[in-house]
């Protein structure tokens, strides 16, 4: 995990939030290549799941919701983690987190009872267990900070914990407007706000997110064959378009007792990650459970009338909803490769060609012969035109750049050289075997 970190840093993928002035916990900027292998994934999944779909349709909700969505999502109530203060040193720490074999739901006895030490002093000395209710509060409109706290608890406003509730908020404006056969889906790409109390392991656990996610509307009574649809969806998705090794997904069917109470089936995605398994996507089975709770809460009816027969029900929702960042670590902890090239070690980012910042690197042999700068411009330009994202790079020598377009993950990097200038040939080298060819310009 450390040498990808240091990659991330070193070659402009990630960088820690707010870094010049000391960092800003949990949070994570993504620098120019770090944007390109971010959207090229985002872009992957719209594209596999709604554009090459005729049955998702996509949503872009506002991230402020009105707060009346986590009343009736239960977000308000239970969106909580559990906080534990240490009474000697005044640390804050996730008590299911710093404690082994206990849940969410612990009590300030059964944490007491694993005698677990503070990591920081080292002593045992606690306060009692206390929920932390994750989401992020702002106010919203003309509060001051002397208003008192009635006017403030008027204006509340919540960055939004998850993108989902935008989409069942939205279920009704399509249905009305759109009219979907069911099953169909409404999908979304946006930021996600949790105030973790204590943010680790790089962009697994921050405090600003990316998701991806699709509410699936099902009829209750044909839930599991769809759910398999979706999962084999899922599965297929990470394999040939992310270019992740299934055998480093471990598929885990949640236990009964471990699932949330509405929920019928869920499997966690679990990826291996260099530090050790994590969750890279959730696929749930969530019945009505949200819909109802908007029906409740609105007033208004979310019932789908059937087209044919006229009968009108509610629909259940299979929702797989995945983290950005978690699948961009996924997918860079995959292509991370360290081998030897002519008795050197090398660092490769072997990403596939779908997913790489650039396809090509064009750059002269010699930087400071300008007929064959001017050639490779030439070549330059008419890549370009033909792929986009291709670079340019005449810094160093060819070792150095090579080196560096590996550690990038460009898959091919072209030289001109002076046999170009005579028969319009230019050398090809490919990034996973260091192989060369000669290969005309025409061709390319
Ligand atoms: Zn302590």
Same mark, same amino acid.
């Given at each position: 995990?450390?040498?990808?970190?240091?990659?991330?840093?070193?070659?402009?993928?990630?960088?820690? !939030?707010?870094?010049?002035? +000391?960092?800003?916990? !949990?949070?994570?900027?993504? !620098?120019?290549? +770090?944007?390109?292998?971010?959207?090229? #994934?985002?872009?992957? %999944? %719209?594209?596999?799941?709604?554009?090459?779909?005729? /049955?998702?349709?996509?949503?872009?909700?506002?991230?402020?919701?009105?707060?009346?969505?986590?009343?009736?999502?239960?977000?308000?109530?239970?969106?909580?983690?559990?906080?534990?203060?240490?009474?000697?040193?005044?640390?804050?720490?996730?008590?299911?987190?710093?404690? /082994?074999? #206990?849940?969410?739901?612990?009590?300030? $006895? $059964? *944490?007491?009872?694993?005698?677990? =030490?503070?990591?920081?002093?080292?002593?045992? &000395?606690?306060?009692?267990?206390?929920?932390? &209710?994750?989401?992020?509060?702002?106010?919203? +409109?003309?509060?001051?900070p002397d208003d008192d706290a009635e006017i403030a608890e008027k204006n509340i406003a919540y960055l939004r914990p998850e993108t989902a509730q935008g989409i069942f908020t939205n279920y009704k404006n399509i249905v009305d407007t759109i009219y979907p056969d069911i099953p169909f889906g409404l999908a979304q790409q946006g930021k996600a706000f949790r105030n973790e109390i204590s943010p680790r392991d790089f962009i697994l656990r921050d405090r600003e997110c990316s998701q991806m996610e699709i509410e699936? *509307?099902?009829?209750? /009574? &044909? %839930?599991?064959?769809?759910?398999?649809?979706?999962?084999?969806?899922? @599965?297929? *998705?990470?394999?040939?378009?992310? !270019?992740? @090794?299934?055998? &480093?997904?471990?598929?885990?069917?949640?236990?009964?007792?471990?699932?949330?109470?509405?929920? =019928?089936?869920?499997?966690?995605?679990?990826?291996n990650y260099p530090n050790g398994e994590e969750e890279l996507m959730g696929l749930a089975y969530r019945t009505d459970f949200d819909l109802t709770n908007i029906a409740r809460e609105s007033g208004k009816s979310m019932d789908y009338r059937d087209k044919v027969t006229g009968e009108a029900f509610v629909p259940h929702v299979i929702e797989p909803s995945i983290g950005v960042e978690r699948l961009v670590l996924a997918v860079l902890s995959t292509a991370y490769t360290e081998d030897e090239v002519n008795g050197e070690k090398r660092v490769v980012l072997k990403l596939p060609e779908n997913l790489a910042p650039y396809r090509f690197c064009v750059s002269p042999l010699l930087k400071n012969k300008p007929e064959l700068v001017a050639k490779a411009k030439e070549v330059y330009e008419i890549l370009r035109k033909k792929y986009v994202n291709v670079t340019w790079d005449d810094s160093g020598n060819i070792g150095k750049r090579y080196r560096k377009q590996d550690e990038i993950g460009t898959p091919k990097c072209v030289v001109i050289d002076f046999d170009t200038l005579e028969d319009n040939t230019v050398t090809v080298r490919d990034r996973d075997t260091t192989e060369q060819t000669r290969v005309s310009i025409n061709e390319l």
């Open positions: 995990m450390e040498e990808i970190i240091s990659l991330c840093k070193r070659r402009g993928f990630i960088f820690p !939030g707010s870094d010049v002035y +000391g960092g800003f916990a !949990g949070t994570w900027d993504f !620098g120019p290549l +770090g944007v390109a292998l971010k959207k090229k #994934i985002m872009d992957e %999944w %719209w594209d596999y799941f709604v554009e090459s779909r005729d /049955d998702i349709y996509g949503v872009d909700a506002a991230i402020l919701m009105n707060p009346r969505t986590w009343v009736a999502s239960g977000h308000t109530a239970t969106f909580a983690d559990p906080l534990v203060e240490c009474k000697e040193c005044k640390s804050r720490f996730r008590a299911d987190k710093i404690a /082994d074999g #206990i849940s969410e739901s612990v009590t300030t $006895e $059964e *944490f007491l009872a694993t005698h677990t =030490k503070c990591p920081v002093c080292g002593k045992e &000395n606690w306060g009692p267990i206390r929920k932390f &209710n994750m989401m992020f509060t702002t106010h919203v +409109g003309a509060v001051l699936y *509307f099902v009829r209750p /009574d &044909n %839930w599991e064959a769809e759910f398999e649809k979706m999962y084999q969806a899922c @599965d297929d *998705f990470f394999k040939n378009r992310m !270019g992740l @090794d299934l055998g &480093n997904i471990n598929h885990l069917e949640v236990a009964p007792e471990d699932r949330a109470h509405y929920s =019928k089936r869920t499997v966690d995605f679990m990826f």
